[in-house]
């Protein structure tokens, strides 16, 4: 049978495994909004440009622009729910990693508590005299 601080100690792994995932979603959400933002910058530079043919464009780049920028703050929102999730991921993990080391340091102190009374067993257990009327009656 497994102890307690074994049994925590694979929730901690499965916790810490749930956090990695929130890591790797919130950090590709931010590969995303990067792209995105050169994505944003490339139009408005179109925009702003004094070519002719950016110029027969405008009303497209507009409307493109429109749909980056609401992309754009469609990701913000989600990058905001994966970093409250990594955060939260990590404070329970966090937790059970405290009560693993709860766990075992009392499972420590039971062991060496029964070690201690098993020489105090065996040092009286050594010592006993061998009938009763050897106390001095």
């Given at each position: 049978?497994?102890?307690?601080?074994?049994?925590?100690?694979?929730?901690?792994?499965?916790?810490?495994?749930?956090?990695?995932?929130?890591?790797?979603?919130?950090?590709?959400?931010?590969?995303?909004?990067?792209v995105?933002?050169?994505?944003?910058?490339?139009?408005v530079?179109?925009?702003?440009?004094?070519?002719?043919?950016h110029?027969?464009?405008?009303?497209?780049?507009?409307?493109?622009?429109?749909?980056?920028?609401q992309?754009?703050?469609?990701?913000?929102?989600?990058?905001?729910?994966?970093?409250?999730?990594m955060?939260?991921?990590?404070?329970?993990?966090?937790?059970?990693?405290?009560?693993?080391?709860?766990?075992?340091?009392?499972?420590?102190?039971?062991?060496?508590?029964?070690?201690?009374?098993?020489?105090?067993?065996?040092?009286?257990?050594?010592?006993?005299?061998?009938?009763?009327k050897?106390?001095?009656?």
């Amino acid at each position: 049978m497994k102890s307690r601080s074994e049994k925590l100690k694979r929730l901690v792994d499965v916790q810490r495994h749930l956090e990695r995932m929130a890591e790797s979603e919130l950090a590709e959400t931010t590969r995303q909004r990067g792209v995105l933002s050169e994505t944003i910058d490339v139009v408005v530079d179109a925009m702003g440009s004094a070519h002719p043919m950016h110029r027969v464009f405008s009303g497209h780049y507009a409307a493109q622009l429109g749909r980056l920028v609401q992309k754009d703050q469609m990701l913000l929102g989600i990058q905001q729910v994966h970093e409250a999730r990594m955060l939260k991921e990590r404070a329970k993990g966090d937790r059970l990693e405290e009560s693993m080391e709860e766990a075992r340091t009392m499972e420590d102190r039971e062991a060496d508590d029964n070690q201690m009374l098993d020489l105090i067993d065996q040092h009286v257990a050594g010592h006993a005299p061998a009938s009763g009327k050897v106390e001095g009656r």
